[in-house]
């Protein structure tokens, strides 16, 4: 299909943390957006994984009705 660019709706890095209740699942992602995560992660001294989620969140709360 066609590609449509979306407006960046993300905060930077260092901003994207948040506690809340989770589940844990398991994720395929590519070499290059793990080794970003794990690097902007490590220099503000948070999880990777907690900025992953972060993302994924603001996502879903961008498109929910």
């Known amino acids: 299909?066609?590609?449509?660019?979306?407006?960046d709706f993300l905060p930077p890095p260092?901003?994207?943390?948040?506690?809340?209740?989770t589940v844990k699942v398991t994720?395929?992602?590519t070499k290059k957006?793990?080794?970003f995560f794990k690097r902007e992660a490590a220099r503000n001294k948070i999880?990777?994984?907690?900025?992953?989620?972060a993302v994924v969140d603001r996502y879903a709360k961008a498109y929910e009705r």
Request: aromatic share 4%.
């Open 1 to 7: 299909g066609e590609l449509k660019q979306i407006k």
């Open 14 to 21: 260092d901003q994207l943390t948040s506690p809340e209740e």
């Open 27 to 29: 994720i395929s992602l």
């Open 33 to 35: 957006s793990l080794g």
């Open 47 to 53: 999880k990777y994984q907690k900025m992953i989620r």
